[in-house]
Each structure stands twice: as structure tokens, then as C-alpha cells.
């Protein structure tokens, strides 16, 4: 009777081979697994506490800017915001309309594998169509009367990508430390502000994009002065 010829290649590391490293080194390879992990989640979360003072600064430093905006936008943004939290809180939440932001996203870098994953967390596919869609239409009227709603829309969307990014990073299983939680938000946090700051300087010439940044870094740094003083000064 012939012998059946194996599909394995011989190069390929078997159960044995996993077997005979566990007991050479006497530490099953589950293990070795659950420590690495639980490395990576705490220099994640290392990670994650350095991203907060840029959470801070990029914070403060857009609402320094958006003083500079006239006083119906600012009244229509914060409106914006505001109007979103009321029917996510109050009436339903509006995941379905997100959910498709995500698939847009997805569809767009499919090119890319790496950015399939991320871009729907840190773009906000709503907010930037909506900047795209206000410079189309300045290219036929320059009315001022309808920006009014289209910052009311930007501060409904971004607030809509803001939620639910968080709400989606905070259910994610086998977060250690809600590590994953911590830099990963802090991160789409910074980069959705930031994608704020660059349309709204598009819209306004008295939003500084510059400006925003040099005030943010100047904020974050004042921070990791202060703590490094208190710690080995």
C-alpha cells in the first residue's frame, strides 16, 4: 500500500516543533503570548498618556481660535454640536449614518490594507465632504448667508464621528488597562481637531491654522515642562 504523501512542507513549524521549544524552555508559548500582549498594551497606554496633554492643547487652542470667528458661526457650530448630542441622547443614535461614513472610508484606501483599518476611525468622511462640498459651491455663489449651515453641519458631524469612534474603541474585547481605548481615541481625537482647524481656516480668514498649531505645540510642551520640573527638578 503506497504511503500518502504529506501536504506539509518540511520547513513548516509543526505542533512538535511548538512542543519541543515549550518544554525546552519551560514557558508554554500561550503564555509568551498573554505577556507580550500585555507588554504591548502597557507601552500603548504609556503612549496614550503622553497623547493627553496634545488632547489638551489642541483643545484649548481651537477654541482660542474659533473666538476669532464671527459670533453666528460660532453660535452655529457649538448649535451644531449641541443638536447632535440631543438626539443621540434623547431621541435615537444615529449609528447607521455612521456606520456608512465608515464603509465610504473603507471603500476609498481598499488600495491600501493598513489604512482600511484606521481611516474610518480617524477621518471624519462627513465633516471633510462637507468642507468639499462648501468650496464647490463658493466656486458659483459667493453668498455668506448659507455657511451659517454648513458650519451648523460640522459641528453636527464631527460631533456624530467623535461618539461614536469613542463608543466603538471603548466596546473593542481584551482591552488591558483600556490601553487600545486611551491612545487610540486620544490619537482620533487630536487628528479630527486638527482636520477641524485646517477647514475652518479654509472658510474664515480670521481662523489661523498656523496659529493653531504653534499655540497647540506651545501648550503641549508648557506640559511636559511642568510635569518634568515636578518629577527630576
Same mark, same amino acid.
Request: hydrophobic content about 55%.
Given at each position: 500500500m503506497a504511503r500518502?504523501? =504529506?501536504?506539509?512542507?518540511?520547513? !513548516?513549524?509543526?505542533? !512538535?516543533?511548538?512542543?519541543?521549544? #515549550?518544554?525546552?524552555?519551560?514557558?508554554p508559548s500561550s503564555k509568551i503570548s498573554i505577556f507580550s500582549g500585555k507588554l504591548f498594551s502597557l507601552i500603548k497606554l504609556a503612549l496614550g498618556i503622553c497623547l493627553l496633554p496634545f488632547v489638551? &492643547?489642541? @483643545?484649548? =487652542?481651537?477654541?482660542? #481660535? =474659533?473666538?476669532?470667528?464671527? *459670533?453666528?458661526?460660532?453660535?452655529?457650530?457649538?448649535?451644531?454640536?449641541?443638536?447632535?448630542?440631543?438626539?443621540?441622547?434623547f431621541i435615537?443614535?444615529?449609528?447607521?449614518?455612521?456606520?456608512?461614513?465608515q464603509k465610504i472610508i473603507a471603500a476609498v484606501f481598499r488600495f491600501f490594507a493598513p489604512l482600511v483599518k484606521v481611516a474610518p476611525y480617524l477621518l471624519p468622511i462627513y465633516t471633510i465632504i462637507l468642507f468639499v462640498a462648501y468650496a464647490i459651491y463658493t466656486l458659483v455663489n459667493k453668498s455668506f448667508e448659507p455657511l451659517k449651515y454648513f458650519v451648523f453641519l460640522f459641528?453636527? @458631524?464631527?460631533?456624530?464621528?467623535?461618539?461614536?469612534? *469613542?463608543k466603538s474603541l471603548r466596546l473593542r474585547q481584551? !482591552?488591558?488597562?483600556? &490601553?487600545?481605548?486611551?491612545?487610540?481615541? =486620544?490619537?482620533?481625537?487630536?487628528?479630527?481637531?486638527?482636520?477641524? *482647524? *485646517?477647514?475652518? @481656516?479654509?472658510?474664515?480668514?480670521?481662523?489661523?491654522?498656523i496659529n493653531f498649531c504653534n499655540n497647540s505645540f506651545q501648550a503641549a510642551s508648557d506640559i511636559f515642562g511642568a510635569v518634568f520640573r515636578q518629577l527630576f527638578l
Open positions: 500518502k504523501k =504529506s501536504n506539509k512542507n518540511k520547513d !513548516d513549524f509543526s505542533a !512538535d516543533d511548538l512542543a519541543q521549544l #515549550e518544554a525546552a524552555f519551560g514557558v489638551y &492643547a489642541v @483643545t484649548v =487652542s481651537f477654541f482660542k #481660535e =474659533s473666538d476669532l470667528l464671527e *459670533a453666528i458661526l460660532r453660535q452655529y457650530f457649538f448649535g451644531g454640536i449641541i443638536s447632535f448630542l440631543v438626539v443621540y441622547l435615537f443614535e444615529p449609528r447607521l449614518i455612521y456606520n456608512k461614513g459641528g453636527f @458631524t464631527i460631533a456624530l464621528h467623535l461618539v461614536f469612534s *469613542a481584551g !482591552d488591558f488597562l483600556k &490601553a487600545n481605548y486611551i491612545f487610540g481615541f =486620544s490619537f482620533v481625537y487630536i487628528i479630527n481637531i486638527v482636520v477641524l *482647524a *485646517a477647514g475652518f @481656516t479654509f472658510i474664515s480668514a480670521n481662523f489661523s491654522f
